[in-house]
């Protein structure tokens, strides 16, 4: 019995030491593929980069590239990623050939059998492709569109980034919509395709308007990302269509379903410097207490020049208010380099403010004898 054991035991150390020399090996073996893969990689980055740059300084014509993309298919990926890198960091004609090399079919093609494919992972590398592009020919277009329908909705996002390149702004408008349908999206999310609707092309802008005026009146759209449509809208200076976002504004039912609404509309109104933005939110201190409306309206006021404005900025000092605020409505006045306006004066204070709020204004705009009689 006790040889058996002493048996069994040799053989049981003898079996760990043959897994641990395995074990060894797998991972020198492991680790010396990934050096190899690193160092081939960082190789053919050198190589690559200067065949970049020799494009750009006209010392290599695109269709070598094309030629040597197609003679090193593997070579696809990393070069897109470079190309991207550099026009990342260009202006002018720079950036404009590296879009012009991206749009080559042998970069198209590729991508576009990606975006076909049944896994997520290449449909999502196909569509960062694409995402890049500041132009898609109506054929891409149709081939990037089905995926707006997709049941990941991380595809559906990469896919309506990538529509915002189309010069069509009906194109542009479909995609934001399928995006805003899912009220999972987040609004960074919505913001970051919001940020690519608007083009350059002033012609565009009243169409653009129009249709991000229909999406947000869409009640088959989440109110907050209508919400941030309207938002977007001032951000983006859609002034044309300011008198719409006033109207909205007057005829939107006060109830607390819409009260975030309401605040992104009057934030919208004030980024366009809309003077009758001043007297929705006198019409509306009458019956809102919403601390979001008011935070909204002090921005807008800020935002707003002019006497009215300014006088009613003022007015979120009273003690009426909660603390929080009323010291952002001092902060907003603080900000706005009240002293440059001789017509303020002490009868803009409510009888109410609070008496310490008042003095650190003047502390802050280091003027003691600014509004002397308070």
Not at 58 to 86: A, V, W
Not at 188 to 200: D, G, W
Not at 269 to 277: A, D, R, Y
Not at 302 to 325: N, T
Request: net charge neutral.
């Amino acid at each position: 019995m006790a040889s058996q054991a002493i048996d069994l035991l040799w053989i049981g150390i003898w079996l760990l030491g043959c897994i641990t020399s395995i074990l060894i090996i797998v991972a020198i073996f492991t680790r010396s593929v990934k050096k190899w893969r690193a160092e081939r990689r960082e190789s053919r980055k050198k190589e690559y980069s200067t065949i970049l740059i020799g494009y750009l300084t006209g010392n290599i014509r695109m269709d070598k590239i094309e030629q040597f993309i197609e003679n090193h298919p593997d070579s696809i990926g990393l070069m897109f990623e470079l190309s991207n890198e550099l026009q990342n960091n260009l202006r002018g004609n720079d950036k404009q050939k590296i879009q012009k090399l991206l749009s080559l079919p042998v970069f198209i093609n590729h991508y576009i059998r990606l975006i076909e494919s049944r896994s997520d992972k290449k449909v999502l590398r196909g569509l960062i492709f694409f995402r890049e592009l500041e132009w898609l020919a109506r054929g891409h277009i149709q081939k990037i569109r089905p995926l707006l329908n997709h049941k990941e909705r991380y595809i559906v996002h990469a896919a309506a980034i990538a529509i915002m390149a189309s010069e069509d702004v009906k194109d542009r408008a479909y995609a934001l919509r399928s995006l805003c349908r899912n009220k999972d999206v987040t609004r960074l999310a919505v913001y970051e395709v919001l940020y690519r609707f608007r083009k350059r092309d002033k012609e565009q802008w009243l169409d653009e308007g129009k249709h991000l005026t229909l999406l947000i009146t869409d009640p088959d759209l989440p109110i907050s990302h209508r919400t941030s449509i309207a938002i977007a809208m001032g951000g983006m200076g859609y002034y044309y269509h300011a008198r719409y976002l006033l109207d909205l504004l007057r005829n939107t039912p006060l109830d607390d379903k819409n009260v975030p609404f309401i605040a992104g509309l009057i934030e919208s109104l004030g980024m366009l410097h809309h003077p009758e933005t001043i007297l929705e939110i006198q019409r509306l201190l009458l019956s809102v207490n919403s601390v979001l409306i008011l935070r909204a309206s002090i921005h807008a006021l800020a935002k707003i020049d002019g006497k009215e404005g300014i006088e009613l900025l003022f007015h979120f000092l009273s003690q009426k208010y909660d603390l929080q605020i009323q010291v952002e409505a001092a902060i907003h006045i603080i900000n706005i380099d009240i002293l440059a306006y001789e017509w303020i004066s002490e009868t803009f204070i409510p009888d109410d403010a609070n008496p310490e709020i008042i003095r650190q204004i003047k502390a802050e705009i280091g003027n003691e004898n600014f509004l002397a009689g308070v």
